[in-house]
């Protein structure tokens, strides 16, 4: 008992002891204030939304005339920007901007966003306060679809390159835009041609900045009124995975035992059931040092030390959906199909199952599982559609920094840190031609307004969209040197 309680506290006083002695990783800056004409900027975004460059899943319903209109609407706003940059123009829709750099040897920085968003789903246009394509502005919003994914992205990195070069801006280093046009389904028409035509002209990228980080009000209760920056240094990899049970057929006055509907319908279960085991990944125990310092005690002590509190940290996190897929390779049961007709017995069903991955799981990890979860040879597997994202990006590297300076000269009290996002995004089509890939976007968003991506009300406070614009400022003249 005591020989415990003295292992007990020796461990504890010596965590508690290296947590206490941690430095904050933040890299204070002096203050930079920029004069924007905060109406006007918001005004752009605002028509910006108007054009309804529509992703849809079935292809045949895609209309190009909006990315057109919404070409010639940018080039009208930001005419400095397009006199300077050399455009291209790729897979018809999208675009790729070059600001050409004066020393050759520095390798260039490019920066995305994507000009297509989600359809509205049908039967919710009326639960909108303002329609989702009127662009209004009304309350310090800018209202609309396209407001935070990503139309903000497109107009902010236009704002300030537009904003530079009318104060004589002339970058060192070359400077890339991309803004694709189908990210919301997939991106092959877009990113992934533009990053393959930059490799053909071996271009290398130092790093690429694109959507998936941004700045969160209330994230932590105990940081208070200090927004948390996340920068995310990886993505988490998509995979599909199409199952098919067989079963006998016949007349269901006389039915087997199991149907194939019931074989299938054990099988996901089970797979529900049995989730992907937990894990704090280098990129999410990144997360929880870097937070770590500017927490009260105990949770100092519990971020701190991320490999040692694991056990906690998981268990807590495990608690909801959005945490919780930070920490495993999710399984989502998203569509099942068996039968024909009401009194036959179907020879066969099929379902489909989204698994989005850990950095440190593979594709052949995702398989095992499920073969070993469900152990039913009337099962068949079929790999769908799977993305392979980049290894996740160095916190030391240049981009890293750059964008952490330039957060803490407009928000001198963020906690920027790195992150993992959930989501996939284009960037994952750059991870051959860069250095390192970092998703990140200036913008404060609430965590109320979190819940508006993709779905109703989507917004976003014209305070909020300015001080993006004035970071994406502070991150493009330091990317220039
Ligand atoms: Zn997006």
Redo the contacts with the bound molecule.
């Keep these: 008992m005591r020989l415990r309680l003295f292992i007990f506290s020796s461990v504890f006083l010596g965590i508690a002891g290296c947590t206490l002695s941690s430095t904050s990783y933040q890299r204070p800056m002096e203050p930079v204030t920029i004069a924007l004409d905060e109406e006007a900027s918001a005004k752009r975004l605002a028509k910006a939304i108007t054009f309804p460059t529509l992703s849809h899943q079935d292809p045949a319903q895609f209309v190009g005339e909006p990315f057109l209109g919404l070409h010639r609407y940018l080039e009208e706003q930001f005419p400095l920007l397009y006199e300077t940059a050399e455009k291209q123009i790729i897979g018809e829709y999208s675009l790729l901007l070059k600001i050409p750099g004066s020393d050759a040897t520095l390798k260039p920085a490019l920066f995305m966003s ?1 000009l297509d968003v989600v359809p509205v789903e049908p039967g919710t246009e009326g639960d909108w306060t303002h329609p989702a394509f009127s662009g209004e502005i009304a309350g310090g919003f800018i209202w609309g679809r396209g407001a935070l ?2 139309k903000n992205g497109v107009l902010t990195w236009h704002e300030a390159a537009e904003y530079l070069l009318k104060e004589g801006f002339q970058p060192q280093r070359t400077l890339y835009f991309a803004f694709g046009h189908d ?2 389904v997939g991106g092959k028409q877009g990113n992934k041609e533009i990053a393959a035509d930059l490799k053909e002209r071996h271009v290398h990228l130092e790093f690429v900045v694109d ?1 998936g980080g941004f700045l969160i009000s209330g994230f932590y209760p105990e940081l208070g009124d200090r927004p948390v920056a996340i920068i995310s240094i990886a993505e988490k990899a998509y995979m599909t995975v199409h199952f098919t049970a067989k079963g006998e057929g016949g007349h269901s006055s006389a039915p087997p035992t199991h149907t194939s509907v019931g074989k299938l319908a054990s099988a996901l279960h089970k797979l529900e059931n049995n989730p992907m085991p937990a894990n704090i990944t280098e990129p999410m125990a990144l997360h929880f040092k870097h937070v770590a310092p500017e927490m009260p005690f105990f949770k100092r002590l519990l971020m701190g030390n991320p490999h040692l509190s694991a056990p906690l940290l998981k268990s807590f996190l495990a608690k909801r959906p959005k945490t919780n897929a930070l920490i495993r390779t999710t399984t989502a049961l998203t569509m099942f199909n068996g039968g024909i007709k009401e009194n036959v017995v179907p020879q066969s069903a099929k379902a489909t199952v989204n698994f989005r991955l850990l950095p440190t799981d593979t594709p052949e990890d995702v398989k095992k599982h499920i073969l070993e979860t469900i152990d039913d040879p009337d099962i068949s597997l079929e790999t769908g559609l799977w993305t392979t994202p980049p290894k996740p990006a160095d916190i030391d590297g240049l981009g890293y920094t750059i964008l952490s300076d330039a957060i803490h000269e407009i928000y001198p009290d963020a906690v920027v840190t790195p992150f993992l996002v959930t989501g996939a ?1 284009d960037s994952r089509y750059y991870g051959e031609i860069a250095d390192n890939v970092y998703r990140f976007l200036g913008a404060e968003v609430s965590m109320e307004d979190l819940k508006s991506f993709h779905g109703t009300n989507e917004r976003i406070s014209i305070k909020s969209y300015a001080n993006g614009i004035r970071t994406a400022i502070q991150i493009l003249k330091h990317s220039g040197q």
């Design positions: 994507h994914d990503v990210e919301e959507e995004t």
